[in-house]
Nanobody, 122 residues
Framework: QVQLVESGGGLVQAGGSLRLSCALS????????MAWFRQAPGKEREFVSA????????NYADSVKGRFTVSRDNTENTVYLQMNSLKPEDTAVYYC???????????????WGQGTQVTVSS
């Protein structure tokens, strides 16, 4: 059974930083692409970042480029999202997702975590 557990969300002031973590169990982590999505109230879930199985290929939404960094530790079965220079518009529930195939859309992922709330105050 695949399980994804996110952590690290919280309340931060604009300009601050947070690091999200997502741990995968039930699969061989190093075989899987990992991604982060977010969903703000009243909006559709949107792509934030993805990283391939080895960590040598990644993508970012234009809205977070230069501020967010995705990484993974295959020895810890964990993917991270370092978020710097946070803005109020980054406020959302952040979800991690995984699938064997690398993708940058919600339709490309079969397995999802429960989400972690990130709130950025102005």
């Amino acid at each position: 059974q695949v399980q994804l557990v996110e952590s690290g969300g919280g309340l931060v002031q604009a300009g601050g930083s947070l690091r999200l973590s997502c741990a995968l169990s039930g699969r061989t982590f190093s075989n899987y692409a990992m991604a982060w999505f977010r969903q703000a109230p009243g909006k559709e879930r949107e792509f934030v970042s993805a990283i391939n199985w080895s960590g040598d290929n990644s993508n970012y939404a234009d809205s977070v480029k230069g501020r967010f960094t995705v990484s993974r530790d295959n020895t810890e079965n964990t993917v991270y999202l370092q978020m710097n220079s946070l803005k109020p518009e980054d406020t959302a529930v952040y979800y991690c997702a995984t699938n064997l195939r690398y993708a940058v859309s919600t339709g490309g992922y079969n397995y999802w975590g429960q989400g972690t709330q990130v709130t950025v105050s102005s």
